[in-house]
């Protein structure tokens, strides 16, 4: 499975961006990730093969919203009320398991990341 991540930029505090994951093939569970500077990558959202289920990081519930459309392979996270701690590079990951997870070893393949900075 490829991964292909878009939709990252710079923006200011309060801002929304939309990022979007293109996936080659049938994937099961989807997530996003990101890595600020100097940081370990963290789990963002999760979101089920039928998209039924989602989770999501304390950091990120609320404001974030992930979505996905399997008739396009795509993995979409709407960010909305960015904050400068949101900044970092975005990563797509797809894992072998139906359900949503956020445990970075239950995901096999990975996009190259798109880079989010978000200015005070």
């Known amino acids: 499975v490829q991964l292909v991540e878009s939709g990252g930029g710079l923006v200011q505090a309060g801002a929304s961006l939309r990022l979007s994951c293109t996936h080659s093939g049938d994937t099961l569970g989807m997530g996003w990730f990101r890595q600020a500077p100097g940081k370990e990558r963290e789990f963002v959202a999760g979101i089920s093969w039928g998209g039924d289920k989602k989770d999501y990081s304390v950091a990120t519930y609320g404001r974030f919203t992930i979505s996905r459309d399997n008739n396009k392979n795509t993995v979409m996270l709407q960010m909305n009320s960015l904050k400068p701690e949101d900044t970092g590079l975005y990563y797509c990951?797809?894992?072998?398991?139906?359900?949503?997870?956020?445990?970075?070893?239950?995901?096999?393949?990975w996009g190259q990341g798109t880079q989010v900075t978000v200015s005070s």
């Open positions: 990951a797809a894992s072998g398991w139906y359900d949503a997870t956020r445990e970075e070893r239950d995901y096999n393949a």
